[in-house]
T-cell receptor, first 112, second 116 residues
Framework: LAKTTQPISMDSYEGQEVNITCSHN???????ITWYQQFPSQGPRFIIQ???TKVTNEVASLFIPADRKSSTLSLPRVSLSDTAVYYC?????????????FGQGTTLQVKP | GAVVSQHPSRVICKSGTSVKIECRSL??????MFWYRQFPKQSLMLMAT?????????EQGVEKDKFLINHASLTLSTLTVTSAHPEDSSFYIC????????????FGPGTRLTVL
């Protein structure tokens, strides 16, 4: 399974756009890139998933360059409630069991 | 869609007893479920992969006789912590994939286990 590298922590202010970049140099051809959000004492919540190029949903955008060795989660206009840990995961393709190995994630602190 | 539930949400037990945690996929059939453990201020650690109707596959270092996993149906997997000790106190989280959602894991809310 491909290992991911993300910044351990980030600070932002309310109303700003936040971009969290994740490196996954050993991503396999069949791997998807998935981002989760986790609040304390809760299970991770699915944010967005992509394979290549750009994906957008109602809460975030995911930018994936052509080589797929990195990805960037973009959160528009964050609020205090976006303070959480964000995990970038690679895997889930049909070539493996669907396993995901969590890294340390990025702790985002949104300040007023 | 893609809702996963866990029961109980929290449990306190005495050392030496066994505790069962249920994980259910409410609106889809989960061909595969995963069990994770998370200690305070740490990331999730995968414990095992559970496929319906077959034995679970445990990650290295996870004792299969201590953490019994049963995936008897396409909507239910259970984790039993046998002869629990204080060091087993942790946050246990399950996830599930299946059907049209086979590329995405959806997580349950977690179960807080405290062993006295």
């Amino acid at each position: 399974l491909a290992k991911t590298t993300q910044p351990i922590s980030m600070d932002s202010y309310e109303g700003q756009e936040v971009n969290i970049t994740c490196s996954h140099n050993n991503i396999a051809t069949n791997d998807y890139i998935t981002w989760y959000q986790q609040f304390p004492s809760q299970g991770p919540r699915f944010i967005i998933q992509g394979y290549k190029t750009k994906v957008t949903n109602e809460v975030a955008s995911l930018f994936i360059p052509a080589d797929r060795k990195s990805s960037t989660l973009s959160l528009p206009r964050v609020s205090l409630s976006d303070t959480a840990v964000y995990y970038c995961l690679v895997g889930g393709g049909s070539s493996n069991t669907g396993k995901l190995i969590f890294g340390q994630g990025t702790t985002l602190q949104v300040k007023p | 869609g893609a809702v996963v539930s866990q029961h109980p949400s929290r449990v306190i037990c005495k050392s030496g007893t066994s505790v069962k945690i249920e994980c259910r996929s409410l609106d889809f059939q989960a061909t595969t479920m995963f069990w994770y453990r998370q200690f305070p201020k740490q990331s999730l650690m995968l414990m095992a992969t559970s496929n319906e109707g077959s034995k679970a596959t445990y990650e290295q270092g996870v004792e299969k006789d201590k953490f019994l996993i049963n995936h008897a149906s396409l909507t239910l997997s259970t984790l039993t912590v046998t002869s629990a000790h204080p060091e087993d106190s942790s946050f246990y989280i399950c996830s599930a994939i299946g059907g049209t959602l086979s590329n995405t894991q959806y997580f349950g809310p977690g179960t807080r286990l405290t062993v006295l």
